[in-house]
């Protein structure tokens, strides 16, 4: 509370700048976010054809898969897809207090998937006056090669498939390990 708005977004743009030239490095962020990568590939192919798979997180039965993870795992995520996201009220790619990633596997009626990303997240002044009293905000992320302009950007599912496989290095997944830890 003891900054104003104009003072929090400049030391946001600063942090944004020194947290980019680290954490969206291409090597490091294909090292560090290859497993997450992997593993929300392997759940949504899952989840798209009902039929277990290894390396997923959670079941094909289930219709919500929610991953809990730092804010350097969006920059990884960014990174390897080329993502970038405009919240209002924050500097471009900032990932403020309760961020959120989405990545939606949608199938219309005649059975065709498209794969929608998002970003939600609330404005700073939201924040201030209490997170019960706004509701967040929702902002469509056009994944490159892929995206097209329509409505939440959607993307093939196909397409996102091989652009998502080829995003990351099987050489840095391990696999999921069920249970409790060794």
């Not at 946001?12 to 969206?24: E, T």
């Not at 730092?70 to 207090?97: A, C």
């Amino acid at each position: 509370g003891h900054l104003t708005a104009g003072e929090l977004t400049n030391l946001m743009a600063v942090r944004g700048v020194i947290i980019n030239a680290y954490w969206r490095t291409p090597y490091l962020a294909r090292a560090r976010g290859s497993a997450l990568a992997s593993h929300v590939l392997r759940s949504m192919q899952q989840a798209a054809t009902g039929v277990a798979t290894t390396g997923t997180l959670g079941s094909p039965s289930d219709r919500l898969l929610l991953v809990m993870g730092h804010d350097s795992d969006f920059y990884f995520l960014g990174s390897m897809l080329d993502l970038h996201w405009l919240t209002p009220g924050y500097p471009p790619d900032s990932t403020p207090p309760n961020m959120a990633l989405t990545f939606e596997l949608w199938r219309d009626p005649a059975g065709h998937r498209t794969v929608r990303a998002a970003v939600t997240t609330q404005r700073p002044d939201a924040l201030r006056a209490g997170a019960a009293a706004h509701s967040p905000d929702r902002v469509p992320v056009f994944i490159p090669g892929c995206s097209v302009a329509a409505e939440g950007y959607p993307c093939d599912w196909d397409t996102f498939q091989r652009l998502l496989g080829a995003a990351f290095d099987p050489a840095f997944v391990r696999p999921v390990v069920e249970g409790p830890p060794q």
